[in-house]
């Protein structure tokens, strides 16, 4: 099968039109987007130098494929059909065989040919199969690639049985090497028709091309490229700081979402009263970015400004009519916060904790208040756990004071109105009612880390409570079955778990995952709702959590797959001390004993299985039932290096252990040499593989060996 060369290149544009998408499902739908078509190219055998760029805007998804070919190769195969034995007559006239196999390929019989084949000559066809056009193709797949985005949710406005998108389509552009095709989506029919910016444009541009339609939509308010008008708010941004010799409260995920909130973004400065300063600057910030989606700026010294940067989407704001509008929507938002911060703080922080019986939290799991006292309890058990980190029974109290004030805010108006600002106010309000310092941040801080790039608290009560909130979340939806899939992650599970194993690296807390899990287990069996968490559910609540350290050694530190495959067989239950194992492993596995001993341990580990042996049994070994010096020699050196090994580990030198294991590799290499292991004699054959499954069993608690990748020897 060969293509038929056909070279002749054609360009793509094709634009989703519709309501305003929100910003923050863009990025990943543009890509989505470029994947899609790529995917659906490459099936039909187009993707060969294609080029596929998608951009997004809030009014639209744009795709830009350029290098298509006008037309699917034509592709010519051979089709083998009777012996020529059959298909001829000895005078050579052909048979009924021959005429039928012709009439099926719908060749005419003097078409025919022989090809030798193994089994002799066979008659044969040629068949061409014409590729189809770019255009055929596109008009059924550019649907397909649009109907495959995947939306947090979608909606439908022709009908309960119409198409489905994130928002109404309105148009539809496909130009082909400047014609439109003939497809539609969602029941738009495609065409050559765009429209500008819903204020500034026209609503009907004709375009030909991309670049046609990219300098149309620029004169008519619309700037396509993302990455153009991200380009284009930076600017204005630092050109105002500059003017005003103030600083931009720096926030790079507000910087993303502005982009695609507008599609002629534009930057404006606007005041309000510096009274409103009094207020912590975490509230006017987040209610300026959270609320507004605006910037705050600071003053040289890091104090905040009475001034915001707002990016409009419009070209500009001669009259201020703009800046006045958003303005007054801020003095009123702040006026809400200042009303808050005053009437909250009539009573203290811990009165609101009756109130948290009304608010649940998860209805298996009962409501905040029954939530508070299962944080309390694992709070003092790791606290407890800490003291010999320096840690005192009056860090114990501490810790359960900030397990107690920490869901607190939940009940205040403030965090009712910006709710962005839970945990963050509970610590404001901690602090400006005289609870101590160490209490106060640990509550402003319990939610850390939201994420991997996410300080973690920052003292140890801090860590204490938010490591007992995130198991707490863990444990007990894991007991009633809330388990995180696919997509589907209500009670961000996942990122509980991110942030237990963070908390734990960053800081170099010696704690056990698993009798940390049993914790909070106990505590869920104890106090409210007093439900049981089974054996089966707490390893897979561990495993959960593994999971994540994997993930943070492998994409975070750059440690190799197979590195912390070896270390976690090996055991990593406690995260700090399984880092130590892998800058170890990491060292040492490009000497030259340890890539060979690796193999060997490998080839140990499938004996041992074959064999139905487990390694962690402890058979005994006899030496009186060796043959070879090869057997003597390997249990020497496994009892003294064993011995070695031991002291090393237990003194933390894990790159030392792990080089006196590497230098068994010659008794190892020995032994396999000179040895048959599955002896005849069952007492001698069950005495060699117990000293392998020693060898494995005394080796493997640092790194199994066994799962550094690297070829078995034959």
């Avoid at 509230?283 to 905040?304: C, P, S, T």
């Avoid at 005289?434 to 991997?452: M, N, Q, S, T």
């Avoid at 990593?572 to 492993?585: M, S, Y």
């Avoid at 050196?637 to 011995?643: I, L, M």
Wanted: charged share 30%; aromatic share 8%.
């Amino acid at each position: 099968m060969k293509p038929v060369a056909n070279e002749k290149r054609v360009e793509l544009l094709f634009e989703v039109g519709c309501e305003e998408i929100p910003a923050g499902m863009l990025p990943k739908a543009e890509e989505e987007l470029r994947t899609n078509i790529e995917k659906l190219l490459s099936a039909e055998s187009l993707s060969e130098g294609v080029t596929v760029e998608t951009f997004s805007a809030p009014r639209r998804l744009t795709a830009w494929v350029r290098g298509l070919l006008a037309k699917q190769p034509d592709v010519e195969t051979e089709v083998t059909g009777p012996p020529k034995s059959v298909a001829y007559e000895p005078v050579g006239a052909p048979t009924r065989a021959a005429l039928s196999f012709a009439e099926k390929q719908g060749v005419h019989v003097s078409d025919l040919y022989l090809v030798q084949t193994p089994k002799g000559e066979y008659v044969a066809a040629k068949q061409i199969k014409l590729g189809r056009t770019a255009a055929q193709i596109l008009t059924a797949i550019l649907p397909r690639s649009v109907h495959d985005l995947t939306w947090p949710r979608s909606m439908t406005w022709t009908g309960l049985e119409g198409a489905r998108f994130i928002r109404p389509i309105r148009w539809i552009v496909a130009v082909l090497e400047g014609k439109p095709l003939k497809l539609s989506v969602g029941g738009i029919p495609a065409g050559d028709t765009t429209r500008g910016h819903r204020f500034l444009g026209s609503s009907a541009i004709r375009v030909k091309s991309f670049g046609g339609y990219e300098k149309h939509l620029h004169s008519n308010g619309v700037i396509v490229r993302p990455a153009e008008r991200q380009e284009k708010i930076d600017r204005e941004l630092a050109a105002h700081a500059k003017r005003s010799g103030l600083d931009i409260h720096e926030d790079a995920a507000l910087r993303k979402l502005v982009i695609y909130l507008n599609e002629f973004p534009t930057v404006i400065q606007g005041d309000f009263d510096p009274a409103f300063l009094n207020l912590p600057d975490e509230i006017l910030v987040i209610v300026m970015r959270d609320h507004q989606k605006y910037f705050a700026v600071e003053k040289k010294n890091g104090d905040l400004a009475p001034h915001f940067l707002a990016v409009i989407n419009v070209a500009g704001d001669s009259k201020g009519i703009i800046r006045a509008g958003h303005e007054r929507v801020l003095r009123a938002r702040f006026a809400d916060a200042q009303f808050f911060w005053t009437s909250d703080q009539k009573c203290r922080l811990a009165d609101y904790l009756p109130k948290l019986e009304r608010i649940t939290y998860e209805s298996r799991l009962g409501s905040f208040r029954d939530k508070v006292e299962r944080v309390r309890a694992i709070s003092r058990w790791l606290t407890e756990q800490w003291f010999n980190l320096g840690m005192l029974q009056a860090h114990v109290a501490e810790a359960d004071r900030a397990a107690e004030l920490a869901k607190c805010d939940l009940a205040t108006e403030m965090v009712r109105e910006f709710p962005e600002l839970q945990g963050i106010v509970g610590g404001l309000y901690a602090r400006a009612q005289g609870e101590p310092v160490e209490v106060a941040d640990a509550v402003y801080d319990h939610y850390r880390p939201v994420g991997l790039d996410d300080p973690i608290p920052r003292n140890l009560t801090g860590c204490a409570v938010a490591l007992a909130d995130k198991l707490d979340s863990v444990v007990g939806c894991f007991a009633v079955g809330v388990v995180p899939t696919g997509s589907s992650d209500p009670y961000a599970l996942r990122r509980a778990a991110l942030g237990i194993v963070k908390i734990i690296l960053d800081k170099k807390l010696p704690l056990s995952i698993s009798l940390s899990i049993g914790a909070a287990a106990k505590a869920l069996v104890t106090l409210k709702p007093k439900r049981g968490v089974t054996p089966a559910q707490e390893a897979q609540i561990l495993e959960f959590i593994l999971d994540r350290a994997k993930y943070v050694f492998r994409e975070r530190e750059g440690f190799g797959y197979d590195e912390v495959s070896a270390v976690f067989r090996a055991g990593a239950d406690d995260l700090v001390d399984a880092q130590k194992r892998l800058v170890a492993l990491k060292a040492i596995r490009k000497s030259k004993n340890f890539e060979p001993l690796a193999v060997s341990f490998k080839r140990i580990r499938k004996i041992l299985e074959k064999a139905n042996i487990p390694a962690k049994d402890g058979h005994h070994v006899n030496p009186d039932l060796f043959e070879s010096p090869a057997e003597r020699e390997l249990y020497s050196a496994v009892r003294d290096a064993a011995t070695k090994v031991q002291a090393l580990k237990r003194a933390g030198k894990y790159q030392e252990a792990l080089v006196v294991i590497a230098g068994l590799r010659k008794a190892v290499d020995q032994f396999f040499d000179g040895v048959m292991v599955m002896a005849e004699n069952e007492a001698v054959r069950n005495n060699r593989l117990a000293l392998l499954a020693e060898l494995l069993r005394e080796f493997t608690t640092v790194a199994d060996f066994s799962e550094i990748g690297g070829e078995e020897r034959r």
